[in-house]
């Protein structure tokens, strides 16, 4: 089973900076398989990006993913105040279907 | 618009079970599977298992293996996830989401509110 690891566990920062998050996943993922999803407090998880770094359905152009084979990224290029919030990182695979890092918090700083 | 739809809150007994429905309105429900994710409180996502509607065939996560029941009713696009033998760690917030992996995309777009399930005596 491919193991993902999301760093920082916790990421403070300002709204208007920068925000860069990490996957490292433990055997290489096809980019194809790679997704990116916000989670805030009481609410459903929202796809951000799929295939490494195609954004969903409206969802903002601040938002950018890349990456390939066990490092992939999640840039928030600059932080509005409704960007706070936890980030999951998930890959499909072929043991277990689906699976989730586990999750970058983006607080306020 | 894809909107899924699951059923209430519910409060079960350790060894008890809990069936909890997802029902799918919009887009073409034997198009696409149906995952189910749970959360623990302040935990994070973990895959349960699937549903393919249109073929009838279900996948489950090791970890849940013999334990859990996903199955689909194609006639009232209803998806249902069923756990037995249930124990206080299954305390979670139950989601059900859509699951584009039958055609070829994997990642889940569109997902449910959410069914609370609490276990305790």
């Known amino acids: 089973e491919i193991v993902l690891t999301q760093s920082p566990g916790t990421l403070s920062l300002s709204p208007g900076e920068r925000a860069t998050l990490s996957c490292r996943a433990s055997q290489s993922v096809s980019s194809s398989y790679l997704a990116w999803y916000q989670q805030k407090p009481g609410q459903a998880p929202r796809l951000l990006i799929y295939?490494?770094?195609s954004r969903a359905t409206g969802i903002p152009d601040r938002f950018s993913g890349s990456g390939s084979g066990t490092d992939f990224t999640l840039t928030i290029s600059r932080l509005e105040p409704e960007d706070f919030a936890v980030y999951y990182c998930q890959q499909y695979g072929s043991s277990t279907l689906y699976t989730f890092g586990q999750g970058t918090k983006l607080e306020i700083k | 618009q894809v909107q899924l739809v699951q059923s209430g809150a519910e409060v079960k007994k350790p060894g008890s079970s809990v069936k909890v429905s997802c029902k799918a309105s919009g887009g073409t429900f034997s198009s696409y599977a149906i995952s189910w994710v749970r959360q623990a409180p302040g935990q994070g996502l973990e895959w349960m298992g699937r549903?393919?509607?249109?073929?009838?065939?279900?996948n489950y996560a090791q970890k849940f293996q013999g334990r859990v029941t996903i199955t689909a009713d194609k006639s009232t696009s209803t998806a249902y996830m069923e756990l037995s033998s249930l124990r206080s760690e299954d305390t979670a917030v139950y989601y059900c989401?859509?699951?584009?992996?039958?055609?070829?995309?994997?990642?889940?777009?569109?997902w449910g509110q959410g069914t609370l399930v609490t276990v305790s005596s």
């Open positions: 549903i393919i509607p249109i073929l009838g065939i279900a």
């Open positions: 295939g490494a770094s």
């Open positions: 989401a859509r699951d584009l992996g039958v055609a070829g995309q994997y990642y889940f777009d569109y």
